[in-house]
């Protein structure tokens, strides 16, 4: 997206409508990484501030919006610009989305703060800092035009899978053994598939990285886990 244009107006435009996506992307890391925080320390002060603060996102994804359509409207822009300028609100789209799964976590944690006892579950732990470092790293790809770096991320998608199918069953163990149980294994189950959906997304961040550079819409197979079914509905 480093494109010099003519006039100097347009390429301002275009650099403010990246410092927005990075600024949405930022919220978003935080706001991953204080979810499952207060998931593991049953947090529900620090639950109710990550729902709250959710609303940041969602104004940030209507800034991209609008910014986009003023573009479009102005501009007129064609080939490699349109095609970054429509990317930019797909990306939104998904930074939008990780951002309400990470206040789904936060729902959770409150769920889960009047109870005495859960499982160890280091198998969470590791998720958590495998999916916190692709959503970082989607966005240093975007940021770089990096579409190696996109497709390391892209790949790690898979490891995502695998550690929560080992989870799924590790629960579900954990629940059979232990009627008593059932209620605090459904709420971390339900955090642990959010936490797998917002790897998916930022697998879906380096598909449109890659589209961006490449003008290429499929990376390959996307590279998934079997899944285990989930029991539960999503949210």
Sequence with gaps: ?????????????????????????????????????????????????????????????????????????????????????????????????????????????????????????????????????????SLDAYVDGNDLKALQVWRNDEKVDEIYNSLFRELLTYMFEDPSRITPCTHLLFAAKNLERIADHATNVCEVIHYIATGEREMGDRPKADTTPLLVPEE
């Design 1 to 137: 997206m480093a494109t010099e244009h003519i006039v100097q107006a347009y390429d301002d435009e275009l650099s403010h409508l990246t410092t927005t996506i990075l600024q949405m992307g930022g919220l978003v890391e935080s706001q991953v990484s204080a979810a499952m925080e207060a998931i593991k320390t049953r947090d529900s002060a620090e639950a109710e501030k990550i729902i709250s603060k959710d609303r940041e996102i969602d104004a940030l994804e209507a800034a991209v919006e609008r910014q986009v359509m003023k573009m479009l409207a102005l501009r007129q822009p064609m080939a490699d610009d349109l095609r970054a300028i429509i990317c930019a609100l797909r990306i939104s789209g998904d930074l939008e989305r990780m951002g309400d799964l990470a206040a789904n976590i936060a729902k959770r944690t409150i769920a889960l703060a009047s109870l005495t006892e859960l499982p160890a579950l280091p198998g969470l732990n590791s998720m958590t800092r495998l999916v916190q470092v692709m959503v970082k790293e």
